[in-house]
């Protein structure tokens, strides 16, 4: 028996949302008294797969081929579910980003393993097998039961706390089978812009709505981003206006996110808008009208005009950080 | 060619959901349904390409599971231009039973391209696409914001953190997108309407299969702390708390 965690990286590297799944799957194999194991696909380095014992892993596996290049989802699938096999899985974890989201469904039919997708929780009960997950965008929760053996869940992110273990975790390399035949697609092109703080990774977003009035008045936005370390982020309408670029849109039809903080800067606060960014453990608001939907969603706010508040809110950060 | 889109038929976005029968079921009273956001730009998509001919695509068919009372969010779609639709009929019992339902509807006919939403916007499950593309062996591309025909391929936009990768990819294909595929949904024409009564809606019973999940009761979010007021002339204190209250800078 075994619980299995595919983690996925980056160049060889993880992020803090694949130890956020390694903790979250060690403590559900601790659940079913049976061993944790880590799986990550293309070449990694030992020390970097050393790290997720010190999150909970007893095994770390890399699986490995030249020829995986690209991210291919059948061929994922494939591997994943024949470790599964190998290591008499239970439950297969996977982050529920977009890697996750496009195994967990093929591993599900793959495997006739009942799904349990963006969960936040540890599973409220192991027999039935019951987990909670967020629906209606936020606006409700709902108690799923997973009637089959195998269970597979996606963890949404940041919502696991990191829990640290002394772990040795046993390493192995293994070679797995990379089928080209079936490679129907492929990758012409990549644009990537690099060096910017991902939206879906960052502890802290920054974002602006209409209220901003213009796209000449993201200067203020932009500082404070930086200097707290901030992804910046923004309404639809801004995007559409073309204020901000699209891949900064929160919400309901666009980024879901869940930082520790979101500030929300001359955004009314929307359903659609709120279902992107409920899961922020803090929303902060700063909006003219005390009557604006954000303030109910917010822990603190502030009552003013974004134009007056953003360059005090700014001198008040310097000032904390020391410039 | 012939295109697929699912559609899913969920409540407007903006509805205050509630449950009844101790929390188990949700509310319909008043509810106004629509096709779901990703669903219906999906579908314009598939129109936009149609409109141009040297796309050569035949029909645009859409395909939803659901009992008879989704009918009018499939004529909508059929106003909106589809050509024809199909219904499962069948209650939704879970992701796995709607895919394979679906999958049986696409077998019927030789789809080239099947678009499925990102996420519906009631269970927000994404599961859907890819556990099709499973069911039928097809490849899939998520996160996708684009599609394009070119010489007798699609070339589709896939975002990647921090950017995009063009693919080109043979059919059949299952496309699951999200915001980008379309600008805004294209809106149903009067004409669209009248002609959507006559188009043709072929109602499937649905294949026997388990569902492998159960929803047992659902569970309204905590009403969360009321907001603290910060003075806007003093935003010093602002930082105050989310240092030494929330700890969060
Ligand atoms: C199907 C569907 C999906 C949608 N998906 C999304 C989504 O994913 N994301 C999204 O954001 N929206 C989405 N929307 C749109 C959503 O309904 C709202 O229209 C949108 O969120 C409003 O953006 P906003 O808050 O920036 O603008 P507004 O609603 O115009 O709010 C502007 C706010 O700024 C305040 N303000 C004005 N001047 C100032 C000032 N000087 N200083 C401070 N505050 C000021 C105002 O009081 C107001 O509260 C969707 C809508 C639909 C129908």
Redesign the pocket.
């Known amino acids: 028996m075994s619980v299995l965690i595919f983690v996925e990286n980056w160049d060889g590297k993880f992020k803090k949302l694949s130890f956020e799944l390694v903790s979250y799957g060690s403590k559900i194999a601790e659940m079913l008294a049976t061993e944790a194991i880590a799986i990550t696909i293309g070449n990694v380095d030992n020390a970097e797969l050393a790290k997720l014992g010190k999150y909970g892993a007893d095994r770390v596996i890399n699986a490995v081929n030249d020829g995986i290049q690209i991210f291919d989802s059948q061929n994922f699938t494939s591997i994943i579910a024949g470790f599964a096999d190998k290591e008499n899985a239970r439950v297969i974890v996977l982050s529920n980003n977009s890697t996750g989201k496009a195994l967990a469904p093929r591993l599900s039919v793959r495997l006739k393993a009942g799904l349990g997708s963006g969960v936040s929780k540890l599973p409220a009960n192991i027999e039935p097998f019951s987990v909670f997950k967020k629906v209606y965008s936020g606006n409700a929760f709902a108690n799923i039961v997973i009637k089959t053996d195998i269970k597979i869940l996606t963890l949404a992110q940041n919502s696991f706390e990191l829990i640290e273990s002394d772990k040795n975790a046993d390493i192995s390399q293994v070679l797995v089978e990379w089928d080209t035949s079936g490679l129907k697609t492929k990758v012409n092109e990549v644009q990537k812009q690099e060096g910017k703080i991902l939206l879906t990774d960052a502890d802290v977003v920054i974002s602006g709505?209409?209220?901003?009035?213009s796209s000449d008045n993201w200067g203020p936005i932009l500082e404070l981003a930086d200097l707290l370390g901030a992804a910046t982020a923004c309404?639809?309408?801004?995007s559409d206006e073309g204020w901000r670029p699209h891949d900064e849109?929160?919400?309901?039809?666009?980024k879901i996110i869940a930082p520790n903080l979101y500030l929300a800067?001359?955004?009314?606060?929307?359903?659609?808008?709120l279902?992107?960014v409920s899961s922020s453990k803090f929303i902060v608001a700063?909006?003219?009208?005390k009557d604006?939907p954000?303030f109910s969603a917010a822990q603190y706010g502030i009552i003013?005009?974004?134009?007056k508040v953003l360059p005090k809110l700014v001198e008040a950060v310097k000032e904390l950080k020391g410039k | 060619m012939k295109i697929l889109v699912c559609i899913s038929h969920v409540p407007d976005?903006?509805t205050k959901v509630k449950f009844i029968d101790d929390f188990k079921k949700i509310d319909i009273a008043g509810i106004q349904w629509i096709i779901n956001?990703w669903d219906e730009l999906s579908l314009t998509r598939a129109l936009e390409l149609k409109d141009d001919p040297s796309n050569g695509i035949q029909s645009v068919t859409v395909a939803n599971v659901g009992l008879v009372g989704t009918e009018p969010t499939i004529r909508k779609a059929l106003a909106i231009g589809a050509d024809d639709a199909i219904r499962v009929n069948a209650d939704p019992k879970d992701a796995y039973y709607v895919a394979a339902q679906l999958a049986n509807a696409a077998k019927s006919e030789q789809y080239d391209i099947i678009f499925c939403g990102i996420e519906s916007s009631d269970y927000n499950g994404s599961t859907v696409g890819g556990m099709l593309a499973e069911f039928l062996g097809y490849p899939s591309i998520s996160s996708v914001s684009g599609v394009k025909i070119e010489n007798g391929q699609a070339v589709v936009t896939r975002e990647i953190d921090g950017g995009k990768e063009l693919i080109s990819a043979a059919y059949p294909l299952v496309a699951i997108v999200q915001k980008g595929i379309a600008k805004e949904p294209r809106i149903a024409a009067m004409r669209g309407i009248m002609m959507a009564r006559t188009k043709p809606l072929k109602v499937l019973e649905p294949v026997e299969i388990d569902s492998l999940t159960e929803l047992i009761s659902f569970e309204m979010p905590k009403p969360r702390a009321a907001c603290k007021f910060v003075d806007p002339e003093n935003p010093r204190q602002l930082i105050e708390l989310l240092q030494n209250e929330a700890k969060i800078i």
């Open positions: 709505g209409r209220g901003m009035k309404s639809r309408p801004v849109h929160t919400g309901q039809t666009g800067i001359g955004i009314s606060g929307a359903t659609q808008h279902a992107g700063i909006n003219t009208d604006a954000i003013g005009d974004a134009g | 976005t903006t956001p």
